[in-house]
């Protein structure tokens, strides 16, 4: 018998959730009676809040019927006065909705790239930019940060060296998912003032916005001067809790954006109707719901910090927003030792899931002694992984 046809290399090349990698060993050593703490994923252990489940039940169609393309629209409404609210300015015609932040980016990079195009990014990156990118066909060309500034930007002339003829955009994630670094109102206008120069979109990706814990978060969408050439990719999944939701948006003034990212909406018909509702209530209300649950990641943020500190010769900064961390630890390579940590390693039959850094860099290399740590854990257990990671670090090196 003939082999079937061989799959596309796009399919071939695509990367694995880098993410999930140690996530089979983790499962294998929980049955051995091990106590896993998973550092390395970013779903919130916090619940869903209760009028989210209600407005499901209320809902009393007859039918669950396709919704617009583009939204439904006290949908549409709720997202734009959400934005109101923090003085951004999205009217309910400059917003597509769609399933989750990440069918939003593939669309909006789809929408501003050609095939071959390139887009800069910042590494080290949320690690499905690789993917997105893949699927649209357009090249990453990744800007290296530096943990020692905290992952802040560059000077322009680092960013503008990255640049090419086939330059259509710059992606950036404020506040940064893996960093947890929030770009500055100063780092954001050295942005507009490059893509003003240089005619490029700026993609950004916001789905953290209201994490911030000290500095106040601004949007692309606060610098007039960029209007036509700044998209917003946003996302409900993190700020409200309800990922399996799958409600993201792509907001843009420029018409001809958001009509592109419509028409690849109208090809996927729409996105859920009964989860559109019930966010309404979130949206109009967001504060509401936002306010805890950033009051309690700053409070992780803080165990998080004060626990690394009592590791010696560690490297990392503050995490400014979103609940991330990226830390280079002492050791020759971050694979070896989160594998030897899940499948090793234990400290009273207790262990961490880590994820290294590697995933999130696009230069081969980068980032091969660090990791990232999700502070996605309750107050204790999030003081006990800390010293698991001390006491391994110490094992380890010794
Ligand atoms: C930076 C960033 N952007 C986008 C997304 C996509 O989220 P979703 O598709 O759930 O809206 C995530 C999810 O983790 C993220 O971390």
């Known amino acids: 018998m003939k082999n079937p046809p061989a799959i596309s290399s796009r399919a071939k090349n695509l990367q694995a959730s880098p993410l999930r990698k140690l996530a089979a060993a983790a499962e294998t050593r929980k049955k051995t009676g091990v106590k896993v703490y998973h550092l390395n994923i970013g779903q919130p252990d916090l619940p869903t809040h209760p009028d989210v489940m209600t407005a499901v039940r209320k809902f ?6 396709y919704a617009p393309s583009n939204g439904l629209a006290p949908a549409l409404q709720a997202w734009s006065s959400y934005y109101k609210k923090l003085q951004i ?9 769609t399933t989750g932040g990440s069918e939003g980016i593939i669309f909006a990079l789809e929408a501003v790239c050609d095939a071959n195009d390139e887009v800069i990014v910042f590494e080290p990156f949320y690690t499905n930019y690789n993917s997105f990118a ?4 357009v090249t990453l060309k990744p800007v290296t940060l530096d943990i020692k500034d905290g992952f802040h930007l560059p000077s322009e002339r680092d960013i503008v060296k990255a640049i090419s003829k086939k330059t259509k955009a710059i992606l950036i994630c404020n506040p940064s998912n893996p960093t947890g670094t929030i770009f500055s109102k100063a780092e954001l206008a050295r942005l507009v003032k490059i893509a003003r120069r240089y005619n490029l979109f700026i993609l950004s990706d916001e789905v953290y916005r209201e994490f911030a814990f000290e500095n106040k978060h601004y949007s692309i969408m606060d610098f007039p001067a960029i209007r036509q050439q700044a998209v917003v990719l946003d996302s409900a999944s993190k700020r409200f809790n309800v990922c399996g939701a799958r409600i993201g948006i792509v907001g843009s003034k420029n018409k001809d954006v958001i009509a592109s990212v419509l028409k690849m909406g109208m090809a996927r018909l729409s996105v859920a109707t009964i989860e559109q509702l019930a966010l309404i209530p979130l949206l109009t209300n967001p504060k509401k719901y936002t306010s805890p649950i950033t009051k309690e990641f700053k409070k992780r943020r803080d165990i998080v910090y004060t626990g690394l500190k009592k590791i010696p010769n560690i490297t990392f900064s503050k995490p400014e927003g979103a609940f991330y961390i990226i830390i280079g630890l002492p050791i020759d390579d971050a694979d070896r030792f989160a594998s030897w940590m899940i499948n090793q390693f234990h400290n009273n039959k207790e262990t961490v899931l880590l994820a290294p850094a590697a995933g999130f860099y696009a230069t081969p290399g980068k980032g091969k002694r660090e990791v990232r740590l999700a502070y996605m854990l309750k107050e204790k257990d999030l003081k006990r992984s800390l010293e698991l990671l001390r006491l391994a670090l110490a094992e380890y090196n010794s």
Do not use: F, H, Q, R
């Not at 300015?89 to 909705?97: A, C, G, N, T, Y």
């Not at 893949?134 to 066909?137: T, Y």
């Open 89 to 97: 300015d999205l009217k309910p015609e400059d917003i597509v909705i």
């Open 60 to 65: 009393n169609e007859p039918t669950i019927a």
């Open 134 to 137: 893949s699927l649209a066909g």
